[in-house]
T-cell receptor, first 118, second 116 residues
């Protein structure tokens, strides 16, 4: 089973520039997550999709961040304009579904995209 | 109060000892609890999950859950230097965005160092 694919692995931009990250989840996984992990902290959920619908985006800074999951498969996370505090690793994860009590809601993470904003 | 709290450590144990990692959570409706391990520069990988009160064992790892106390722990027996990593506790809340889909919230992680 292929894992969660993410690109690019590394990106360096200057503040106020824009950046986009791409994620391809495990085949058949209905739920897709974007997490932001700042150095020394745990992952913070930015947005959660169920198929191509948004389930939770309460912590997504919507004035600068946007995400979409067209056709319920691949997803793109965009930041525009970037700020210094956006420097982090952006982790994409997927699970079969997001039910409350089930091993099927175990998340598998991609390798992450490391963003440095100068 | 943070939704999921862990001692950030670092926790240092000698090789062969038992490492005990603790986590508390605030949402009483939480149903599923996960432990992930994250090596430096890598993404989190699942160790185990638990959703019933009591203990669950998998090899050298034992997860313990006490919903009344809103407490979950991970014990690592016969700790090895290769266990040195950050351990993340994650809790699936009762719902996300008003739906029936759970939202997975992570703690800040505990750094574990196992020294020879």
């Amino acid at each position: 089973e292929a894992g969660v694919a993410q690109s690019p692995r590394y990106k360096i931009i200057e503040k106020r520039q824009s950046v986009a990250f791409w994620c391809n989840p495990i085949s058949g996984h209905a739920t897709l997550y974007w997490y932001q992990q700042i150095l020394g902290q745990g992952p913070k959920l930015l947005i959660q999709f169920q198929n191509n619908g948004v389930v939770d985006d309460s912590q997504l800074p919507k004035d600068r961040f946007s995400a979409e999951r067209l056709k319920g498969v691949d997803s793109t996370l965009k930041i525009q304009p970037a700020k210094l505090e956006d420097s982090a690793v952006y982790l994409c994860a997927s699970s079969k579904w997001a039910g409350r009590v089930s091993g099927a809601n175990v998340l598998t993470f991609g390798a992450g995209s490391r963003l440095t904003v100068l | 109060q943070k939704e999921v709290e862990q001692n950030s450590g670092p926790l240092s144990v000698p090789e062969g000892a038992i490492a005990s990692l603790n986590c508390t959570y605030s949402d009483r409706g939480s149903q599923s609890f996960f432990w992930y391990r994250q090596y430096s520069g890598k993404s989190p990988e699942l160790i185990m999950f638990i959703y019933s009160n009591g203990d669950k064992e998998d090899g050298r790892f034992t997860a313990q859950l006490n919903k009344a106390s809103q407490y979950v722990s991970l014990l690592i027996r016969d700790s090895q230097p290769s266990d040195s990593a950050t351990y993340l506790c994650a809790v699936k809340s009762s719902n996300a965005g008003g739906t029936s889909y759970g939202k997975l919230t992570f703690g800040q992680g505990t750094i574990l160092t196992v020294h020879p």
